[in-house]
């Protein structure tokens, strides 16, 4: 018989935030976001999140530590565990963080950032990770603010279907915003996915995925600050031949960039994250998966976001040769 359908999450959740608009993390949010990833029907076998704090004072000024060194994501999952425990079952999740970014002045942490992903441990079992060394993908179109600019990194996970052994890739990353320091920046309307610093990480991450995934399957996700129809999407799913689920599925145009927006500031409604795939990944559906500002969705409020939730299958591998 085969396999179930895999079931990923990619979701941006704005260092749990978004009530103080990002100044501040807070535990409503870390339980509400908890509460909807648990009550997804199925669950995910992989949930991926950008904008995670390790420990900063952004992270902790109003949601104080349980405990010394305790991370965002440890108080996250905490929240997990109780969100299953009051439901009376057990929690499938391995954590895993990616520390991408370290801004301090003097011994004072103001902010970090970083991605993270949690594995069904019931479904996936976890080869092998970068957590140590995530892959660093940051253009500095300017060196002298390079010690200023955000780290932008790729995370790479291998996974083994527990069904069956099957092997897939994920990778979770966050591209930078497009630099306004370029000539190009002013001279297009439309400046999301166009910067030439978003373009040379794009192919840096291609080039990642490349080296890594090599002829097995793998999923692409995050926030990659690129509309559909933009030269970083073109580019993706162009040059480097990735398919986008949503585009795959039915659910966007992609040569719209507009028609499903993914985030929102203020009143700008903007598609910016996204779930690509190669080596033999064919995409079921993207159910539960709204638009920003839908108010049915389960997530909705809870962060600048929304996540992208589908179903994959692994292709059938191809024979091995009989000589």
């Known amino acids: 018989m085969e396999p179930s359908a895999l079931r990923i999450v990619t979701y941006n959740v704005r260092y749990f935030g978004h009530m103080l608009r990002g100044l501040a993390s807070t535990v409503g949010p870390k339980r509400r976001v908890a509460a909807a990833l648990a009550t997804l029907d199925p669950l995910p076998d992989i949930v991926c999140l950008q904008e995670v704090e390790t420990s900063s004072l952004r992270s902790n000024i109003v949601h ?158 995050g926030d990659f600050n690129s509309p559909p129809s933009s030269p970083v999407f073109r580019y993706l799913t162009g040059d480097a031949h990735l398919t986008c689920a949503q585009a795959a599925v039915g659910q966007i145009n992609p040569t719209l960039s507009r028609a499903f927006p993914t985030a929102g500031f203020m009143h700008m409604r903007m598609h910016l994250d996204h779930l690509f795939s190669g080596g033999g990944v064919n995409w079921v559906d993207t159910e539960e998966t709204r638009p920003f500002g839908d108010l049915t969705s389960r997530f909705h409020g809870l962060s600048d976001h929304v996540p992208l939730i589908a179903r994959f299958r692994l292709a059938a591998p191809a024979p091995a040769l009989v000589t």
């Not at 370290?102 to 079992?125: C, D, F, I, P």
């Not at 790729?154 to 099957?166: E, G, N, S, T, Y």
């Open 64 to 221: 104080r530590p349980t405990r010394p060194g305790e991370t965002q994501l440890e108080a996250f999952m905490e929240r997990v565990e109780e969100t299953f425990a009051l439901q009376g079952r057990d929690m499938p999740y391995e954590a895993f963080y990616f520390r991408a970014h370290h801004y301090k002045v003097g011994e004072l942490s103001l902010y970090t950032t970083g991605l993270a992903m949690l594995v069904n441990t019931r479904t996936l079992q976890v080869d092998r990770h970068n957590v140590e060394a995530p892959e660093h993908i940051t253009h500095h179109h300017v060196q002298g603010l390079k010690e200023r600019k955000q780290s932008r990194i790729c995370a790479h996970m291998r996974v083994l279907r527990r069904a069956d052994q099957r092997a897939f890739h994920v990778f979770n990353t966050h591209l930078s915003l497009p630099t306004p320091f370029a000539r190009e920046f002013w001279a297009t309307r439309d400046k999301m996915g166009g910067g030439v610093n978003q373009l040379h990480e794009a192919k840096k991450l291609a080039g990642f995925i490349g080296l890594h995934a090599k002829e097995e399957p793998f999923v692409v996700c």
